[in-house]
């Protein structure tokens, strides 16, 4: 027998500033703008008081049966046993429909990336278990920080508050790295370089 489930998804965007998100308080905000809304998908909008356009669009599979600027609702027939898969995919624009094989392609490219990551540069053992924990786990978070960019790797400063290029914090990492990984140090003087 069929049940009948109602599902609803509450969504919002306040675009704060990262100092704002950390209790910093400004003198004024930009404007936010009325959400568009598509069968498929709603784009959350900010007009910044730089006068840049911020957006996040959020797009769903299958379709809601009702989408607002502030939720997605479904109305969902279950038999017993049954599964039902729903796909929320959020980006900075309108992308293709969520889908099992885009997340199952995004998930390999993250993989793939990852392991790329950790085979970079040299390989490091000594006779020591714990000297040789600590330095893949070093190895592992500074993978998790980098970004590959056309002028090649680059080290981020910091998840959550700092996930951006920072220049000095990114030369000190690559220089305290080179040992291990010039690629790092190649790949910070060249994003530099072209951001100067």
Known sequence: MAARVALALSFAADFRDLFEVRGAHRSGRGQDLPPVVAADAVTLRYQGLDDVLRTATLA????????????????LALATGSRTDLYVEVSLAAAEQPSRARFRAASARARHLARSSRRRGTTFWSSSRLFNEWLGKSRADLALLTTEFATGPYPYA???????????????TALQ???????LARGVLGFLAEHR
């Open 60 to 75: 769903f599979c299958p379709a809601p049966t009702r989408l607002s600027g502030h939720a997605a609702e479904f109305e």
């Open 158 to 172: 910091g998840i959550p508050w700092f996930s951006t290029a920072f220049g000095r914090d990114a030369i000190v």
């Open 177 to 183: 790295t080179l040992w291990l990984d010039p690629t």
